[in-house]
């Protein structure tokens, strides 16, 4: 199956810098990578996701970028604020199958005022 | 965008006794949806995977017999914790897929006494 291996586990910048979450995946079937933010205790949400057919997605101060051939994908925050503070979950489906996600071990994001 | 509702937000219950957690999408059908295990400061587990009006399939660990799934229309899928034990206390999120996009419920934290 799917394995997703997620770093750094924590990473903290101060607001106004950029922020970079790495994730690689292990099955070359995949071809979407949604990316998630949770904030405690609530539902994680969809902020940005890129298919297989695409090298880089970006909306506003994120970004996406996929190297299919390493097989990994990258979350880009720029101009980080406090309100980007959360855990970010990258993911990956194999849509030839269930759609199932298997999720990253999540990244906790501390923007530092 | 698509909403998925999840009722009830929270409960507590005492070891023993069974608990349902329904998952509903609002404004779409969902021939399938997710049913996922988080605990504290860790990732998304997906436990099983709920087809409307098949069984559930289940992920390897995950006792059929003890979280019972029933998805009896394209926008509801019931989880039901059966014999809740103190380790079964957790935060139990469920999806619902549209395309191969999947939008998360609110989350139900489970506390067993």
């Known amino acids: 199956g799917e394995n997703v291996e997620q770093h750094p586990s924590t990473l903290s910048v101060q607001e106004g810098d950029s922020a970079v979450i790495k994730c690689t995946y292990s099955d070359s079937a995949s071809n979407y990578f949604p990316w998630y933010k949770q904030e405690l205790g609530k539902r994680p949400q969809l902020i940005i996701d890129?298919?297989?057919?695409?090298g880089e997605k970006k909306d506003q101060r994120i970004a996406v970028t996929l190297n299919k051939t390493a097989k990994h994908f990258s979350l880009h925050i720029t101009e980080t604020q406090p309100e980007d503070s959360a855990v970010y979950f990258c993911a990956a489906i194999n849509g030839a199958g269930s759609y199932q996600l298997t999720f990253g071990k999540g990244t906790k994001l501390s923007v530092i005022p | 965008g698509a909403v998925v509702s999840q009722h009830p937000s929270w409960v507590i219950c005492k070891s023993g006794t069974s608990v349902k957690i329904e998952c509903r999408s609002l404004d779409f059908q969902a021939t399938t949806m997710f049913w996922y295990r988080q605990f504290p400061k860790q990732s998304l587990m997906l436990m099983a995977t709920?087809?409307?009006?098949?069984?559930?399939?289940?992920e390897q660990g995950v006792e059929k017999d003890k979280f019972l799934i029933n998805h009896a229309s394209l926008t509801l899928s019931t989880l039901t914790v059966t014999s809740a034990h103190p380790e079964d206390s957790s935060f139990y999120i469920c999806?619902?897929?549209?395309?191969?996009?999947?939008?998360f419920g609110p989350g139900t934290r489970l506390t067993v006494l």
């Open positions: 709920s087809n409307e009006g098949s069984k559930a399939t289940y």
């Open positions: 999806s619902a897929e549209t395309g191969d996009t999947q939008y």
């Open positions: 890129i298919r297989s057919n695409v």
